[in-house]
């Protein structure tokens, strides 16, 4: 009897190891299915991904999967030239990837098709970013059975028909604009800004000033029932599909650990925010997120900040972070930590070539060069992977939705002297940093009216001074020449842009159109004043003085980097504008007293 016991012990274990070997195999050839229709050659996944290797193993590109564990959490192909057809079928009906996947992000590639019908079997996806894609048709409905979805980015593609109804209230971030979406905006997303439904030319509804009319409206109402029904019968399959996920999540015991429970149980993305970083021992942290196989070691680096006395890596790791915004570079999370009391801001930086040592002195040297009206980082950290920079988190926003929310309902005036002190005050810190940097050759790098931040008495203030990922990228810094001067002057060039932005009301790409080709444009066909914000002309702003503005912006803009004035040219350009315009006030009201006195 006991040699019988024996034996089923034996083909026990080996019947649960075989398994936990086809699990590995099941993710890896759904892997490959999924990315090979994704028609490329794939020449920027490979050698990684291939039969003969294991997606968690031999850390495939593109892939994170949870420390220790094979278990894959994020498939992030940002940019890989990708096109076809995304098939979430082949993912989300596989169970290990069903049970674990957190991220799934394709966006700015070229794919046209996609199959999103089991994308509810993936029940602990918290972000989905398919955005900057050539997707057509009517907007999947299988999205509002993903109950954990956090962030969701359809922006950019040409998607038609109108918005599903999703729990917009569990979503932090919804983005829909530049597609070719029609109806009302449900009640219930009109809670974000009116930027994540633009340049949807038959879209109606608040955020958005165009209101709808009845016809719409009884349409939107008829359809949101069908819908309901719909919806009612896709709870039922998720509900039955999650059961048969959680009786096998069961069966497997304890393999995924405490570490896995936390992560999935959590209401915030806080893990996987920073899910490349794991803590070893009390400062020093380990980076599994790269393709890299080394360990290395570092630390939190606070700077000088009374604010942030005491700060530590671990308060970064477990509070819970939100991602608040997503560039080519990196992205931005909000943190709150607990024992500060304080909301900082992390800017997670990847692929800068740049050694620790280097980054640590770049930190400190622009530790060292303060302005008032630019964003100081109270801290950072360092490997070999990526890195992080932290800064106080500024809660009013930035100067990008203070100019492209202007007109809306619940927007605040932004008048032309609003703007032309907003312009005067970063052309002079810009002018403070360049003077102050020239010979660490340390410029701004990636200006934009986004990275303008307004601090709790609204003035704005340059945030992210100094990241620059040096890569030869004509997008960014407006300059082919590999050379310091003109990466200074790529500086102007785009504050020349947000000169444009102010003075427009226009944002820098729209509807495909670069906005310093097209004001160019406009005054050489001597049409100058069409390019000016209708608010700016409609509260009676000096035409004068707008055309002498935007005459510094087409300096700024010059396509030669060596024509471009110095940002030291272009401070005392802005101030001479400003100061015309103080004595014109003092004049107007001195014409207005001498009005009543001659009465």
């Known amino acids: 009897m006991n040699q019988i016991t024996i034996w089923a012990s034996v083909i026990s274990l080996f019947f649960l190891l075989h398994t936990a070997k086809s699990d590995e195999d099941q993710v890896k050839d759904a892997l490959l299915e999924f990315i090979s229709?994704?028609?490329?050659?794939?020449?920027?996944?490979?050698?990684?991904?291939?039969?003969?290797?294991?997606?968690?193993?031999?850390?495939?590109?593109?892939?994170?999967?949870?420390?220790?564990?094979?278990?894959?959490v994020e498939i992030v192909l940002e940019g890989f030239g990708l096109s076809g057809t995304l098939d979430t079928s082949l993912i989300c009906n596989t169970l290990s990837l069903s049970a674990s996947l957190l991220i799934i992000d394709v966006s700015d590639n070229f794919i046209s098709g996609g199959n999103f019908?089991?994308?509810?079997?993936?029940?602990?996806?918290?972000?989905?970013?398919?955005?900057?894609?050539?997707?057509?048709?009517?907007l999947p409905n299988s999205f509002s059975q993903l109950k954990n979805l956090k962030f969701l980015d359809l922006s950019h593609n040409q998607f038609s028909g109108s918005i599903p109804i999703l729990d917009f209230s569990n979503l932090s971030e919804f983005d829909v604009s530049y597609n070719n979406l029609t109806g009302t905006i449900p009640d219930k997303a009109n809670r974000f800004e009116s930027s994540s439904f633009i340049h949807n030319p038959h879209l109606c509804g608040p955020p958005l000033p165009n209101t709808c009319t009845s016809k719409v409206l009884s349409e939107k109402d008829g359809y949101s029932k069908d819908q309901m029904l719909m919806f009612a019968g896709y709870i039922l399959i998720g509900l039955a599909v999650l059961s048969i996920i959680l009786l096998w999540i069961y069966k497997r015991g304890k393999g995924k650990g405490k570490t896995n429970e936390e992560k999935l149980d959590s209401d915030s993305f806080t893990k996987p925010s920073f899910s490349s970083v794991e803590l070893k021992g009390k400062t020093d942290i380990s980076s599994t997120a790269s393709v890299e196989?080394?360990?290395?070691?570092?630390?939190?680096?606070?700077?000088?900040?009374?604010?942030?006395?005491?700060?530590?890596?671990?308060?970064?790791?477990k509070a819970p972070a939100e991602l608040i915004g997503r560039g080519k570079h990196g992205s931005v999370y909000k943190v709150a930590c607990e024992p500060q009391g304080t909301v900082f801001a992390v800017k997670r930086i990847k692929d800068w070539m740049i050694s620790t040592s280097d980054f640590k002195k770049r930190m400190r040297r622009l530790d060292l060069v303060k302005h008032s009206n630019v964003l100081p980082a109270v801290a950072f950290y360092s490997s070999r992977q990526e890195k992080l920079v932290v800064y106080e988190y500024q809660q009013n926003g930035s100067l990008f939705k203070l100019i492209h929310s202007h007109g809306n309902q619940t927007s605040q005036r932004f008048d032309w002297r609003s703007r032309l002190s907003v312009a005067a005050t970063i052309s002079n810190a810009l002018t403070f940093m360049h003077e102050e940097l020239q010979?660490?050759?340390?410029?701004?790098?990636?200006?934009?009216?986004?990275?303008?931040?307004?601090?709790?008495?609204m003035e704005p203030c340059i945030s992210e001074y100094g990241l620059l990922v040096e890569h030869n990228d004509s997008n960014t810094l407006q300059a082919a020449e590999d050379d310091y001067d003109s990466l200074f002057k790529a500086d102007t060039y785009a504050f020349g842009v947000i000169l444009l932005e102010l003075l427009t009301g226009r944002m820098v790409l729209n509807e495909g159109l670069d906005l310093a080709s097209w004001v160019v444009a406009v005054v050489r066909e001597e049409w100058t004043v069409e390019v000016f914000d209708r608010n700016l002309i409609g509260e009676g702003a000096s035409e004068e003085r707008l055309v002498n503005m935007l005459q510094v912006a087409i300096k700024c803009v010059n396509k030669s980097w060596e024509a471009r004035p110095s940002m030291s040219q272009v401070a005392s350009m802005i101030s001479a504008i400003r100061e015309e315009d103080e004595r014109s006030v003092d004049v107007s009201g001195l014409s207005v007293t001498n009005s009543f006195i001659d009465v």
């Open 293 to 317: 196989n080394s360990m290395v070691s570092s630390s939190l680096v606070v700077l000088t900040s009374p604010e942030v006395n005491g700060l530590r890596f671990e308060d970064l790791l």
């Open 37 to 72: 229709k994704l028609s490329n050659n794939n020449s920027n996944l490979n050698p990684t991904w291939n039969s003969s290797s294991y997606p968690c193993k031999d850390k495939w590109r593109g892939i994170t999967c949870e420390k220790d564990q094979p278990f894959v």
């Open 439 to 457: 010979h660490d050759k340390i410029p701004h790098g990636n200006l934009k009216s986004s990275n303008i931040l307004l601090n709790k008495n």
């Open 117 to 138: 019908e089991d994308i509810a079997n993936c029940t602990q996806l918290t972000h989905v970013l398919i955005n900057q894609n050539q997707f057509t048709g009517s």
